[in-house]
Nanobody, 117 residues
Framework: QVQLVESGGGLVQPGGSLRLSCAAS????????VGWYRQAPGKQRESVAR???????NYADSVKGRFTISRDNAKNTVYLQMNSPKPEDTAVYYC???????????WGQGTQVTVSS
């Protein structure tokens, strides 16, 4: 069983910066892919950024050049650095870890990010 604890959400002004963290804990797990997703009110959950098992990163077009995903394997922690956020980035952000084998998807509880002046 893997537990994910997210932190770092809150209110940020447009053009500011914010860093989200997601710490994983548990026993006998191996992290494969990691990622961040978000869900705005009335919209479907969408992928924001992802690092696959081969270390390749992918970003949604809407955040390319502004957001950076990274991971600290020693700390079992995933980060999302959000630079120059925009009001349309306002959403609940969820971290995602794929562990295994056997492969399993693990989700954080979500953290609210509000971009507003």
């Amino acid at each position: 069983q893997v537990q994910l604890v997210e932190s770092g959400g809150g209110l940020v002004q447009p053009g500011g910066s914010l860093r989200l963290s997601c710490a994983a804990s548990g026993s006998d797990f191996r992290i494969r892919a990691v990622g961040w997703y978000r869900q705005a009110p009335g919209k479907q959950r969408e992928s924001v950024a992802r690092i696959d098992s081969g270390g390749i990163t992918n970003y949604a077009d809407s955040v390319k050049g502004r957001f950076t995903i990274s991971r600290d394997n020693a700390k079992n922690t995933v980060y999302l650095q959000m630079n120059s956020p925009k009001p349309e980035d306002t959403a609940v952000y969820y971290c995602f870890l794929q562990t295994g084998p056997p492969y399993k998807s693990n989700w954080g509880q979500g953290t609210q990010v509000t971009v507003s002046s």
